[in-house]
């Protein structure tokens, strides 16, 4: 049976994108298909400015929607980055195969980097070397896939050659993953910037989709969405990423193609209030599941506790023949 991992990092709360882009697809299609392991990336969380008290928050919150959103614990292992110490070794073995123009080299460290300098803030090295610290999640569980949005395949795509690196290195030691993104909505963009990612740390925050976002305010959000100049409803990424936003989020709620979907439009406020319709009704099984989880905690860290120990078992031996294969003396 293949190996599936994926993660959510809890910077903020989870979006729209999250969900069409990734969590999703892990609970209808990956944990029936796969031995998957799905993880809040806790330790990810640390490399931007934030406050421990909310990421503690987050991190439970992120791990409640996930069995909210459909993981079963008795399909696949859910669990917390920072529960399983394997990760965090294995990143320093990584660190030692990946170079310093590599992690340069990464888009959303670019990004983050000149955002933060933008603020007068510093960077943290943990930025930089974030890269390294996921390709580790990856590999200490042999994955074979790696279901992701389209944000991630340039960290999936070093994680592959970090471990191609270290096999022709060191030895055969760790399985060389493959990403997989969603037909569509594999990249959910801003509604009122549509040119940029809906992103859960962004600050236009009415432009992003919450999963907890009440009815009335998903619909108001949509309602607002920015559309483009044009008047025809048309499928058009780069012309026209306003509408086409909406399309593709109402295709990916109904399991339509967004340029099938265009032509049944003749009005952006009809197909602002059905996509509003749709996303209100995909997110609502999922928020009544969110509240029965929260009033039994106790259920949710049980889940966690399993799902880490279970994690570090599975980690352990991968890791541990690294070590060995990289040249550090075992502890006997
Ligand atoms: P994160 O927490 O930013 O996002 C979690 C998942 O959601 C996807 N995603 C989106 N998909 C479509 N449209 C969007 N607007 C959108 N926003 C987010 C992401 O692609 C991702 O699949 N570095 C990762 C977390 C991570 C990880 C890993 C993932 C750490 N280690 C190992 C996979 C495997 C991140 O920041 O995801």
Redesign the pocket.
Known sequence: MKRV???????GH??????????RRWSTVDQHEADALF?V?DL?ALTVDHDPGRVQRLSRQ?ATLLLAAGLDPELCTVFV?SHVDEHARLSYLLECVATDGEMRRMI?YKEKAAAERARGGSVRLSLLT??V???A??LAYG?DE???????SQ??EL?RDLAVRFNQRYGRTFVVPRTT??GV??????LLDPTS?????DDVGPGIVYLLDEPDVVRKKVMRAVTDSGRDVAYDREGRPGVSNLLEILAACEGGDPEELAGAYDSYGSLKKDTADAVVELLRPVQERHKELCADSAYVEGVLRAGAEKAREMARPRVDSAYRAIGLLPAG
Do not use: E, W
Not at 5 to 11: D, E, I, M, N, R
Not at 185 to 190: E, I, K
Not at 197 to 201: A, D, E, L, T
């Open positions: 991992f994926s993660g959510v990092k809890p910077t989870l979006t729209l994108g999250n969900y069409l882009g990734a969590m993880c990336v990810h992120a980055q959303q974030y890269p610290l996921m390709a999640d990856i994955t790696v279901p992701v949005g389209d944000d991630q960290h999936v994680t993104h969603p909505a594999a990249r959910v963009m801003n990612k809906m992103g859960k740390s």
